[in-house]
């Protein structure tokens, strides 16, 4: 087994903790304050690379789409740490991906122009399929707003990463991430003295520990999936991915014995599936 394919495996079973870091947090924490000081925590532990790596100038043109990523990385984070509070981890996840592939397939045919091809149409009816299935049979009434919050935690995770290749080759992966903690950092440092949440001071708790390793758990992983693909096909390397779910759920039942309803599994089975199909090489003819 080649070392991409470790690095990709092994950045599916640190995706797979981060509901279980948030819950270890806590709403308590300050929803803001949390994203704020990970990723001050993050654009610190990165500085060091900038011994290694030339810091290059941003062009003006590419200033809108960090600002843009950096917007999508704050409700990615924010959201997703609150329904990891409130929900199910597995069916967060679900929903996640959900969120996640249409928002993909929305921002690649109208910022990108990629075509929905009868393939990707297939893939977004199983997908919405397996959506109303969980929102039908496994939804609680009063955790509809979560589940809702799952979904844009999804889509603005393509926003996230779709506008990524509008900056990708043109600066280095420690530059990238170093932006985007900081400026994402910014953001939820504003939204936390807006919302007046309380500054909690660093001691070593069970909080501020998850928080940390939430912070390395996130530098790492970026690293680990840019150091992938660099060597695995993209198709392959995004099916190995799918593999965060399974950790998921795995990690939040050893935890916190959690298991997904099997209405929440049967309507997750079909959207990982949608999540598949265009990775797949279908027949031309």
């Known amino acids: 087994m080649n070392r991409a394919l470790i690095a990709l495996l092994f950045s599916t079973v640190l995706y797979g903790l981060l509901g279980i870091y948030s819950r270890f947090i806590g709403i308590d924490f300050g929803i803001f304050f949390q994203s704020w000081t990970r990723n001050f925590i993050i654009t610190l532990l990165i500085v060091p690379f900038f011994l290694f790596n030339f810091w290059k ?107 990524s290749k509008k900056v990708s080759k043109d600066y280095s992966v420690a530059q990238i991430v170093f932006i985007d903690s900081f400026m994402t950092g910014l953001l939820g440092l504003a939204l936390s003295i807006l919302f007046h949440e309380k500054f909690i001071p660093f001691m070593l708790n069970s909080q501020w520990i998850a928080n940390i390793l939430f912070a390395v758990n996130s530098l790492v992983t970026s690293f680990l999936v840019v150091y992938g693909f660099r060597y695995v096909e993209a198709n392959y390397g995004s099916l190995i991915l799918l593999l965060e779910v399974i950790f998921g759920i795995f990690f939040a039942f050893i935890f916190f014995k959690e298991i997904p309803s099997l209405y929440a599994l049967i309507g997750g089975s079909l959207i990982l599936t949608a999540v598949i199909i265009p990775k797949l090489k279908w027949p031309t003819s």
């Open 57 to 163: 100038q941003i062009r003006r043109k590419d200033a809108q789409w960090f600002v843009l990523r950096s917007l999508g990385d704050l409700v990615t984070m924010v959201s997703i740490f609150v329904v990891f509070n409130k929900i199910a981890i597995g069916t967060s996840y679900f929903l996640f991906y959900a969120g996640s592939t249409v928002g993909g397939y929305l921002i690649g045919h109208y910022f990108f122009k990629e075509k929905i091809t009868k393939q990707k149409l297939t893939s977004l009816i199983i997908g919405i399929f397996g959506l109303v299935l969980i929102y039908s049979l496994s939804l609680q009434k009063d955790k509809l707003f979560f589940y809702l919050l799952a979904n844009l935690a999804g889509l603005s995770s393509a926003v996230w990463n779709i506008f």
